[in-house]
């Protein structure tokens, strides 16, 4: 688990995974609980990937 957490930190955008003492709080204290936080983390990932990739204009053509 802490693998996966230290990838996710490190890889996904800030702010998406809980600090490891707030799951605890928010989620709970087992690594279900950790599982848990971890998998709506990649969700939010995922969400945040979907609307940028929906939000983005087409780039501007270029004309000489």
Do not use: F, W
């Not at 800030?14 to 490891?20: A, F, H, K, N, T």
């Not at 609980?33 to 709506?40: H, L, Q, V």
Request: aromatic share 2%.
């Amino acid at each position: 688990m802490t693998l996966i957490r230290r990838t996710i930190e490190e890889h996904c955008p800030p702010g998406v995974l809980p600090s490891e003492e707030m799951v605890n709080g928010l989620y709970g204290p087992t690594l279900l609980d950790e599982a848990e936080a971890i998998s709506a983390a990649i969700v939010a990932t995922v969400e945040r990937l979907q609307l940028q990739t929906t939000v983005k204009p087409p780039a501007p053509s270029i004309k000489a």
